[in-house]
């Protein structure tokens, strides 16, 4: 469903958009919120933690922090390296993380 799928059919009935981490980051999302208060539409917005809520705080644009990079805790046979990866990709970039 795209977003004015989504619009159509806020407008007739009662619908929820799940997202996962914060649902206020994705330009997506800040798109449908500006449709519905254009529309009229009712909409609320229940956030959940994440740590990019912590960054927005700075009010600087997300997109500008690069790609997120998770670094998990290394166990017996489990060492992920793809992080490293992502921040060397992120500073080649320019990315402020």
């Known amino acids: 469903m795209n977003s004015e799928q989504i619009i159509e059919e ?5 619908i929820a958009l799940l997202v996962y ?7 997506t999302h800040i798109s449908l919120i ?7 539409i009712p909409y609320k917005i229940i956030n959940s933690a994440s ?8 009010g600087l644009q997300l997109y500008k922090f690069g790609r997120t990079a998770s670094m998990p805790a290394w166990k ?5 390296m ?3 990866n992502i921040i060397n990709e992120n500073s080649r970039a320019g990315a402020l993380t």
């Open 10 to 14: 806020a407008k007739k009935n009662d």
């Open 21 to 27: 981490g914060s649902p206020l980051v994705a330009t």
């Open 34 to 40: 500006l449709k519905c208060k254009k529309e009229n």
């Open 51 to 58: 740590v990019v809520d912590a960054i927005a705080e700075t």
């Open 76 to 80: 017996q046979g489990y060492k992920p």
């Open 82 to 84: 793809s992080f490293v």
